[in-house]
């Protein structure tokens, strides 16, 4: 496919997910949030999100890199090198001196807001069984509901459709007025949400300018000329905003009947 036509396909792609990034971006959540136990709601249910994501960052290492023996140099060098980049950075960031990854971030930050991990714990252990044994008791329904749409496109959808359910449904999916309000309540609380703060703003420094055009570069490599392709990925996008919606939306619910 020529370069205007990755653009225009790239373009139609954003087009049609505007209005769901609008309501995503407007959520009614983020402003609701306004106490620990508010943000200790949220993170018992994003934290699956946060899991999820290294099983959808996985299938497209298997896709775009040579994970088998022996070893043999894949196509597409440019996407091969940033999913190694990534998961380098989310399966191995330095933190406080320690290699460690994202997830394990994430859960040490719940702990240290005494938010309940057992539920989370429980999947992880369960995990090992594979997917089919995973055990969802006491999972809030919402986030059970986003990491079955997770493992739907990492089971049934083509390497295009995970690639755009990854650039387009995970990017920035945590607006600026969210780490705001996280920040100030950090500050009011004596510093006890630091390393959710932490967490927050690493993701912005590794999802910065680079990571975006990367990602959609990935997608436009895996759907090359197929117009077919191009379309499965689009209602991946898309599909993958609605169940960050729903999300929302569960992680609302919990907090207004709290």
Known sequence: ????????????????LTPLRKQLAAHPLYPRIRTLGHVRLFMESHVFAVWDFMSLLKVLQRTLTCVD????PTPLPVSRRFINEIVL????????GRPISHFEIYLEAMEQVTADTRAIRHVVSCA????????????????????ETTFGVIHRG????????????REDAIP??????????????????YQFVWYLERHIEVDGDDHGPQSLKMVADLCDDDPA???EASQAAEEALRARLRLWDGVLTQIEAS
């Open 1 to 16: 496919m020529t370069f205007i036509g990755v653009v225009n396909s790239i373009e139609a792609i954003e087009l049609r």
């Open 69 to 72: 023996l022996p070893w043999v």
């Open 89 to 96: 950075g989310e399966e191995s960031d330095e933190y406080q």
């Open 128 to 147: 090992p069984l594979g997917v089919d044994r995973l055990s969802f008791e006491g999972v809030p329904v919402a986030a059970k509901e986003f990491v």
């Open 158 to 169: 083509s390497s295009a459709a995970q690639a755009a359910a990854f650039a387009f449904g």
């Open 176 to 193: 600026d007025m969210f780490r705001s309000l996280v920040r100030q309540l950090n500050q009011e609380m004596s510093g006890e949400l």
């Open 229 to 231: 392709l191009w379309e």
